[in-house]
């Protein structure tokens, strides 16, 4: 089956640690996309990635750090620089640049720091 | 740069009954529309989408969106919800064309509970 995997499902982190997202898919999909879920604020778009070694910064990118050496992937780096990193991290991947083309999420990873 | 609002933050139903989820947006470009469907603890799904032509548009499960140009709005309808209709929804817009490619732009969402 083709689609988007995220791991793990739940990540506890202490304060002052880096921890990596991981994020997968299998549609051959040439974008990704992170983005952050907080409680009544909706998504909010923190990278995103067109083409493999390329990325740009979205809305709330201080703190975490991205790759794209493989088209498949883009893990997601928190970094202890993040002030407040506990929330739902959700990937995305489209097939192509184009505005119109639907993004399809994975299922998310909750991170919650201690 | 765009904005979307969703004028209720939870919309509580019975079931059977019609709802209709607000969603208002702002650009200063022409934009493509789109509704998600979270479930609990999941990521989104696409439920339907507006890019051109017929304002009303349709997903397989019932809802409908029309695009309202003056009023830059994009409201979400069902006629008759059921249980399963329990979950969040998000609207988004992304510039159509430009170099804000992939940019959605999410609103705060709105919970849907549907009561028995």
């Known amino acids: 089956d083709g689609g988007i995997t995220q791991s793990p499902k739940y990540l506890f982190r202490k304060e002052g640690q880096n921890v990596t997202l991981s994020c997968e898919q299998n549609?051959?999909?040439?974008?990704m996309y992170w983005y952050r879920q907080d409680p009544g604020q909706g998504l909010r778009l923190i990278y995103y990635s067109q083409i493999v070694n390329d990325f740009q910064k979205g809305d709330i990118a201080e703190g975490y750090s991205v790759s794209r050496e493989k088209k498949e992937s883009f893990p997601l780096t928190v970094t202890s620089a993040q002030k407040n990193p506990t929330a739902f991290y959700l990937c995305?991947?489209?097939?192509?640049?184009?505005?119109?083309?639907?993004?399809?999420f994975g299922p998310g990873t909750r991170l919650t720091v201690l | 740069a765009q904005s979307v609002t969703q004028l209720d933050s939870q919309v509580p139903v019975f079931e059977e009954a019609p709802v209709e989820l607000r969603c208002n947006y702002s650009?200063?470009?022409?934009?493509?529309l789109f509704w998600y469907v979270q479930y609990p603890n999941q990521g989104l799904q696409l439920l339907l989408k507006?890019?051109?032509?017929?304002?009303l548009v349709e997903s397989i499960n019932g809802f409908e969106a029309e695009f309202n140009k003056s009023q830059t709005s994009f409201h979400l309808r069902k006629p008759s919800v059921h249980i399963s209709d329990t979950a969040e929804y998000f609207c988004a817009v992304i510039p159509a064309g430009g170099t804000s490619y992939g940019k959605l732009t999410f609103g705060q969402g709105t919970i849907l509970t549907v009561h028995p």
């Open positions: 650009s200063s470009v022409s934009v493509y």
């Open positions: 995305a991947s489209s097939q192509g640049r184009q505005s119109y083309n639907e993004q399809f």
């Open positions: 507006y890019l051109s032509g017929s304002t």
């Open positions: 549609l051959n999909h040439d974008a």
